[in-house]
């Protein structure tokens, strides 16, 4: 009586364990539809392991690939994450049940992702991907991001919009450091001067077949992409959107 006792709590705990465990991912909201290459990885409970086809997609994973490795992760709402070689991501919080019902939050750490996003009638920023030094936020739309270790973030549009947050440069911080400090000879009564954290932002909307560079200060460039400067990775994609869409 007494084994049976002590295998029953067992079973109890083990069970607990298993629920706990699964509670803590929450639902899966994708999954990898396909890993060219062999050098691709997935970060959770703080381990690396080898990425598969077919592994379920939760909040909290991170996923970096190595040379001449790409991954193609494939979202509940049908939205695409397309991680180039030499690159990791990590996905903070990802909700996806429809493009209307979605929250999804990722950080590119290093590297390029191209982003094919389902559209969405809602009028939220429901889908938002990041760097240290920009984050964009869409509804539905198609766009490659990069970050490098210069912490130059490069946003690039190919169809619909998108808002870009960007850190506000040195520049404009002094200027705001500036004033206060002629405030204050002028003995009224204002905060003196302060650190300016990455938390002021500006942002900038991009349309159709544009571009921003994000420096690491914050000083942003706005441009034109042009046809004839597609690189192979823009070509690869363009490619993978023209098939599904034919579909």
């Not at 007494?2 to 079973?11: D, E, G, L, R």
């Not at 592994?55 to 509940?76: A, H, R, Y």
């Not at 003995?187 to 077949?209: C, D, H, I, T, Y």
């Not at 460039?221 to 579909?247: G, H, R, T, Y």
Request: charged share 35%.
């Amino acid at each position: 009586m007494k084994n049976i006792v002590i295998i029953s709590i067992f079973i109890t705990l083990l069970i607990g364990g298993v629920t706990l465990f699964a509670t803590t991912k929450g639902e899966a909201s994708g999954k990898i539809l396909k890993i060219e290459g062999k050098s691709a990885f997935v970060k959770s409970d703080g381990k690396w392991k080898k990425l598969k086809e077919g592994d379920k997609v939760f909040s909290g994973v991170e996923i970096k690939t190595g040379n001449e490795s790409k991954v193609i992760l494939l979202f509940n709402d049908s939205s695409e994450l397309r991680v180039s070689e030499k690159s990791q991501i990590k996905i903070n919080d990802s909700m996806m049940k429809s493009a209307e019902n979605r929250k999804f939050a990722a950080r590119l750490v290093l590297g390029r992702v191209w982003a094919k996003v389902a559209k969405s009638k809602s009028g939220d920023r429901n889908f938002e991907l990041s760097t240290k030094t920009a984050t964009a936020g869409v509804r539905g739309t198609t766009f490659d991001i990069s970050f490098d270790e210069s912490e130059k973030s490069i946003v690039s549009l190919y169809n619909g919009s998108v808002e870009v947050d960007t850190p506000k440069t040195k520049k404009e911080n002094q200027e705001k450091i500036d004033k206060r400090n002629y405030d204050k000879r002028n003995r009224k009564e204002v905060s003196g001067p302060k650190e300016v954290s990455l938390a002021e932002w500006n942002r900038v909307v991009l349309k159709q077949m544009q571009r921003v560079t994000v420096a690491a200060n914050g000083e942003t460039q706005m441009e034109d992409i042009l046809p004839e400067e597609k690189d192979e990775w823009v070509l690869w994609n363009q490619k993978l959107d023209a098939a599904s869409e034919e579909k």
